[in-house]
């Protein structure tokens, strides 16, 4: 009797998942509780870190099935969304109807700094290729100085899966923290003359144009770079609904309730992705301090394309809201205004520099269709023709 | 060595791919806002308050309320007067 009390005993244990719990196990969970922390009590994207911290915690409960890659699991069913560029662009659409295009279009100049910017991505690909990895690997690592959440796990997802949690974890992190990343930057390549700059009231635009923009630039920029069609086609789809005046149920809900709905289902996904086995190496340390150096470097090409525009303006553009280009809508903006009113507390910057930080949006989407067109496309393609094959000769295949 | 060349050959080519959508966008935004320039809507109608306020009452009141609160009119600035 006492034998089978204690097999009895063993076994109940033995389902526990005490008993399968590993050393990496107890790791993760522990960044996880850190990331949950920094949500809930640092305020760090609470929106986004506190399900990608639940995500990873549930993710690495030992038999728990709720990683990404548990075939059949809950969470692998949601990173099914993500796997197949579903929950990225659902993303950018509920962004296209927060977004308005206003500031960019009364000074479309700005738009430059929002390409500026993106060098931030391509300092980051050359660091990562130095310190080992693969092209397709740098440039989803790179695109984190494009310091947009959704065009990182966008591309991650694409080229380089094995990446995507320590590169969304990177992205949303640094993301949080450009309000203290940024000033110092900015303080360090102006001049207290250049931070004073005050610049002239914004020209009102038409409804017409506001109209027009997303289906000529959707248009013009899908022809050019087809990649990009995913996230671009539905950030311009949802700015069309704000702007319409037609839609307002629609403009209503994805500015609301759908991104809301989807930012739980991706960031639970991206969170389920950080598995001790793809999450504990030393490419997430890589991965962490090249994801600081993308958003110094995005930063710094920011401010100074500014101090180009200054120059050439003739001093009527603030180089503080070249920073803005970064994206991190609209939080980097704010960064622009806040430290141009520690200089002068009369200079209003905010709706300046929600131009270039629109235009960063726009840059890094632009920037991640790049990369698509050189590494992702051929494979696309084949893929696409494969299919095709096999849909016209199905005996055959 | 044959990746880092690579890569800053793609970084090259990306951020001149980037600069030069962008640009062709400001030459599209420019033509949209010179075709359909922002029409200014009709002035609203004056407030009723604001309608029968009388330059001299108000310069009155100002050297009223200066003169009530100690001060120069030139201390003091009035903002809005709304009839009781």
Redesign the interface.
């Known amino acids: 009797m006492e034998s089978t009390l204690g097999e009895t005993f063993n076994k109940v244990v033995g389902m526990t998942g005490f008993s399968a719990m590993t050393p990496g196990d107890g790791i993760m969970l522990l960044i996880a509780c850190i990331l949950i922390y920094l949500a809930i009590v640092k305020k760090f994207e609470p929106l986004l870190l506190l399900p990608i911290g639940f995500g990873c915690l549930l993710a690495n409960l030992p038999l728990s099935h709720m990683s990404a890659s548990d075939e059949g699991g809950l969470l692998n069913f949601f990173y099914f969304g993500v796997k197949h560029e579903i929950l990225p662009p659902l993303i950018f659409l509920g962004v296209g109807a927060l977004t308005d295009f206003g500031p960019l279009l009364a000074r479309p100049s700005t738009l430059l700094l929002g390409a500026a910017a993106q060098i931030g991505v391509y300092t980051t690909l050359i660091g990562a290729v130095l310190l080992g990895f693969d092209l397709k690997e740098a440039s989803a690592i790179g695109i984190i100085g494009g310091a947009d959440g959704p065009t990182s796990i966008f591309l991650a997802s694409k080229l380089a899966p094995h990446l995507l949690g320590p590169i969304a974890v990177a992205a949303y992190s640094y993301m949080s923290l450009v309000p203290l990343i940024q000033p110092p930057i900015m303080r360090w390549l102006t001049t207290s003359q250049e931070r004073k700059i005050k610049m002239r009231q914004l020209k009102p635009i038409s409804q017409n144009v506001k109209i027009l923009f997303p289906i000529v630039s959707t248009i013009i920029i899908i022809l050019l770079l087809p990649g990009v069609a995913p996230l671009l086609g539905m950030l311009m789809l949802g700015n069309l609904f704000r702007e319409c005046g037609v839609t307002a149920r629609l403009h209503e809900t994805s500015e609301t309730h759908l991104i809301n709905i989807v930012t739980i289902f991706l960031a639970l996904s991206v969170g389920a992705s950080m598995t001790a086995k793809t999450f504990l190496s030393l490419e997430t340390i890589k991965i962490i301090i090249l994801g600081l150096l993308a958003f110094c470097m995005a930063t710094a090409g920011g401010v100074l394309f500014g101090k180009i525009m200054c120059k050439v303006s003739g001093g009527r553009v603030n180089p503080l809201i070249g920073s803005a280009g970064v994206s991190a809508v609209p939080m980097a903006a704010r960064v622009s205004q806040k430290v141009g009113a520690e200089e002068d507390h009369d200079n209003f910057l905010l709706m300046h520099a929600m131009g270039p930080n629109v235009a960063g949006v726009i840059g890094s989407a632009v920037a991640a269709g790049v990369f698509l067109s050189l590494f992702g496309g051929p494979d696309a393609v084949a893929q696409a023709a494969l299919d095709a094959v096999a849909l016209a000769n199905p005996l055959e295949h | 060595m044959s ?2 060349a ?3 050959a ?2 090259g ?3 001149s ?3 030069l ?6 030459a ?3 033509i ?2 010179a075709k ?5 809507p009709p002035a609203a109608a004056t407030k009723p308050s604001q309608q029968g306020t009388n330059p001299e009452h108000v310069a009155a009141i100002h050297a009223a309320l200066a003169q009530y609160l100690g001060k120069t009119p030139e201390e003091i600035r009035l903002q809005n007067i709304k009839p009781l």
């Open positions: 990746n880092f690579d890569s800053l793609i970084s080519i990306a951020m791919v980037i600069f959508i962008l640009t062709l966008l400001v599209v935004i420019k949209l806002v359909w320039p922002h029409v200014a």
